[in-house]
């Protein structure tokens, strides 16, 4: 038994259950080992939903840097492509990611939150976008305030998710749109001009209902 075979059994369980086990103890009789092997590897029954969100988004990054069309791509074709590749990688555990949805929200994240590894991991990987997008001038850099667009990229990817969760069109093709027209704005309120994606962006939302 390893870390990933556990993450795996523990998926498995809340699909089949429809909850989380009542605690490790009881997980660990169903992976049939011991607490002392399960603690090798987790130190709770939520480090191992902490572990997906990250697994999942490492994931993502590695597939998109062994792509050298990545590597030749802006900032915003950068995040692009990370969002598109991030859902459909998530689409293959979408009924997990389902059973999870409270904890969620886009204004209403608990302080502890499964998804805190993971957005560790983006700011660190927004960062690196920002700072191409200053060095090409795609990105403005504003005193007192580029250090913080991290947080409003966070929102963002809480945004995307947020919408794909709650998206019922074929092939989820309004998320597409809806990446599309996010990271747009988002660009456009870091770059130089704003108005036009801000209405196109609020546009979009008003016909999605």
Not at 10 to 23: C, F, H, I, R, W
Not at 167 to 176: G, I
């Amino acid at each position: 038994m390893d870390k990933q075979q556990i993450l795996e059994t523990y998926k498995v369980y809340l699909l089949e259950n429809g909850k989380t086990p009542a605690s490790v103890y009881a997980f660990c009789k169903v992976l049939n080992i011991s607490e002392s092997e399960f603690y090798a590897y987790y130190n709770s029954l939520e480090a191992i939903e902490r572990v997906f969100w990250l697994v999942v988004f490492e994931s993502t990054l590695k597939h998109l840097e062994q792509d050298p069309v990545y590597q030749s791509y802006s900032a915003r074709e950068k995040l692009l492509a990370f969002y598109f590749l991030w859902i459909q990688k998530l689409r293959e555990n979408r009924s997990f990611v389902l059973l999870k949805k409270d904890a969620l929200k886009l204004y209403d994240i608990p302080k502890s939150n499964i998804l805190d590894d993971f957005k560790n991991a983006f700011y660190t990987y927004v960062d690196t976008l920002i700072k191409q997008g200053i060095e090409t001038r795609e990105v403005k850099e504003r005193k007192y305030i580029s250090d913080k667009y991290k947080h409003g990229f966070w929102l963002q990817a809480l945004f995307v998710l947020n919408y794909w969760v709650e998206d019922t069109s074929n092939n989820f093709e309004m998320t597409d749109a809806a990446i599309e027209k996010a990271v747009d704005l988002s660009f456009r309120l870091i770059g130089e001009h704003t108005m036009d994606s801000l209405i196109d962006f609020g546009k979009f939302l008003l016909t999605k209902k």
